[in-house]
Each structure stands twice: as C-alpha cells, then as structure tokens.
C-alpha cells in the first residue's frame, strides 16, 4: 500500500502553516509580552486564518491559537470576543481530549473571561467541569496543591517545587 505521511511530505497548506502561521504566533506572543496586545490580536487572527484554511476548523492547532486570541482580547477588555474565542479553544480541545493540560488551561481562561463579566458561578462551573484535570491561575498555589494533594497520579514529584524555588533566586 502507499501512504503519504503528512510531516515528511507536506501539502501546500501544510507549508504554508509552517511558513507563515507559526512565525505569526510566535511575535504575537513577543507582542503580547511587551504588552502591544493590540498588535497581538491582530497576528493571531492571521495566523488563526491561515490555519483554519490548512486544517479545518476543528484542529487542535487551530484551537492554539483560539486560546492565545482569547488571552490577548481578555487583556484588551474585549471580553464577549475573548469568551467565544476561548469557548472554541475548549470546545477543540475538549473534543480531542477533555483531560489534557491544554484542556484545562483554556477552561481557566474562559473562567477568568466569566469572572471578568461577573459570571462568578458560571467561571467556577467552568473551572471545576474538566475535574480532575484543573489549571489554576496562580501557578505556585498549583504546584503545591500537585505534590501534596492531588491523586498520585497527578503529583509532582518534591524536586519539581525545588527546581521552581531555585529559578527565582
């Protein structure tokens, strides 16, 4: 039988998502670090075009870039964008694999989205929905809730608190 794999023998929109996508998220992220969030917005929604015409709607790369456009727009206050951008990045993600990291952390972002607009039940529901697999805003909190409650299967080992600890030094 013939099989063409896809990263060895790309398609044309395959090479433009790395061509042009890829490079668009990545200043976007710059951007985003320097605080030009609107400039961030602006690159992500070209990459998210570029994308959507490469691999459809409802690809796990397209729902990257959901999350980053939903995280910009939160910060530029444009807050009913921001929730249907990340309610897509859920709905994506979700539907590969509820239980994934990027699952979860785009269910808290929506839920800050919430918070933003004074849905403090809907954000909590949201947050809690993906159970056991949470991403909390605040990082620290979340490491030591990983190594000393969380199920065993979900801690981190006690060197991963060390290793965070000694980066701040």
């Given at each position: 039988p013939f099989a063409i794999?896809?990263?060895?023998n790309p398609?044309?929109?395959?090479?433009?998502y790395s061509?042009?996508?890829?490079?668009?998220?990545?200043?976007?992220?710059?951007?985003?670090?320097?605080?030009?969030?609107?400039?961030?917005?602006?690159?992500?929604?070209?990459?998210?075009?570029?994308?959507?015409?490469?691999y459809g709607s409802d690809d796990i790369r397209v729902a990257i870039t959901y999350n980053a456009l939903g995280e910009t727009q939160l910060r530029l206050n444009k807050l009913d964008e921001a929730e249907a951008n990340l309610r897509r990045a859920v709905a994506i993600r979700e539907a590969h694999n509820r239980t994934t990291l990027d699952a979860a952390v785009s269910r808290e972002n929506l839920a800050q989205v919430l918070e933003a607009k004074h849905k403090l039940v809907e954000a909590k529901a949201e947050r809690v929905?993906?159970?056991?697999?949470?991403?909390?805003?605040?990082?620290?909190?979340?490491?030591l809730f990983l190594i000393h409650f969380a199920?065993?299967?979900?801690?981190?080992?006690?060197?991963?608190?060390?290793?965070?600890?000694?980066?701040?030094?």
């Open positions: 794999h896809l990263n060895v398609n044309v929109d395959a090479l433009q061509a042009i996508a890829v490079p668009l998220n990545n200043e976007a992220l710059r951007l985003f670090n320097l605080g030009d969030f609107a400039g961030a917005e602006r690159l992500h929604l070209q990459a998210l075009e570029v994308k959507e015409h490469a929905r993906g159970a056991p697999s949470l991403c909390c805003g605040n990082y620290s909190v979340c490491v199920p065993r299967s979900l801690r981190l080992p006690h060197s991963a608190l060390a290793k965070r600890s000694s980066r701040r030094t």
